[in-house]
């Protein structure tokens, strides 16, 4: 069946509530749609793999030049990182199985610890949504979470880290909640040098891996000429932290530094999903 003025999206969501048996779409469309009905399959491609790019008249020099230095600016001041990142980044991170449970959990376990995120984000100047997204990545949902490394309840506080906080019961939901978005506030203070979402990000992979990891990232950055206050040079240089040459230029040793990046990577598909759900 054909339709006219009918936007992708909307024919994917009749595909995932099978109103629609298929429909065609782009593959960077498809891909991301899948965030947000996990149970949608993408098909076979029916064309070959196309460039996408701008283009003008080949006499109209003054329309190309503002279009040069309009990316010029936008790459500069970070703008076209961040729409790649909301558009175009990690659309190939799909686990259908963890979507489908994150689906589920926003709506049979996120509801009752709202409240106290929702106060809490307030309170310490985040996007409630963010903070649920890490509370997800970090537990589940799950106050009585544990990992191997000793670190627990909601917000996998260590207990150091807990002490340096407030807190007393790592279990206990409002308190962990509290501890984790304030300790999280004080890792942000430390990276005033970043711009906008960018020193989100870098605080997102600190809480993950710790302020002394993202020191050496840093570092190792400049050494390789890239900007070290953002976000897209640490993702290049986090990794590196497991090599034995890159090792010997850290003051802090080892570090599995692809977990930094995969743990942001996949907090930043929680916080899509909750923010196109008008969550």
Known sequence: MLQDDVPTEELIRQVADKEIEVTVADSIIGELNRRYYPNIKIGIPIEEPQSLGWAVRKEDNALLSEIDTFFEKIKADGTFDDIYRGYYANVQIFDRFDLKKFHQRINTRLPKYETIIKKTAKQYGFDWRLIAAIIYQESHFNPRARSHSGVRGLMQL??????????????????????????????????????????????????????????????????????????????????????????????????????????????????????????
Not at 210 to 224: F, Q, T, Y
């Open 158 to 279: 260590t207990k150091p880290t807990a002490q340096e906080m407030g807190v007393t019961n790592r279990l206990d939901p409002e308190q962990s909640i509290r501890g984790g978005v304030k300790y999280l506030r004080k890792l942000y203070e430390l990276y005033d040098e970043a711009q906008g979402f960018d020193r989100t990000l870098i605080t997102l992979a600190s809480y993950n891996v710790g302020p002394r990891h993202i020191a050496s990232a840093k570092s190792i950055a400049l050494k390789k000429g890239l900007d070290p206050r953002k976000w897209s040079s640490l993702e290049q240089t986090l990794p590196l932290l497991c090599y034995e040459k890159y090792i010997k230029m850290s003051k802090h040793g080892y570090c599995r530094g692809i977990e930094p990046v995969r743990y942001v990577n996949r907090i930043l598909t929680y916080f899509d999903i909750l923010r196109r759900q008008g969550i």
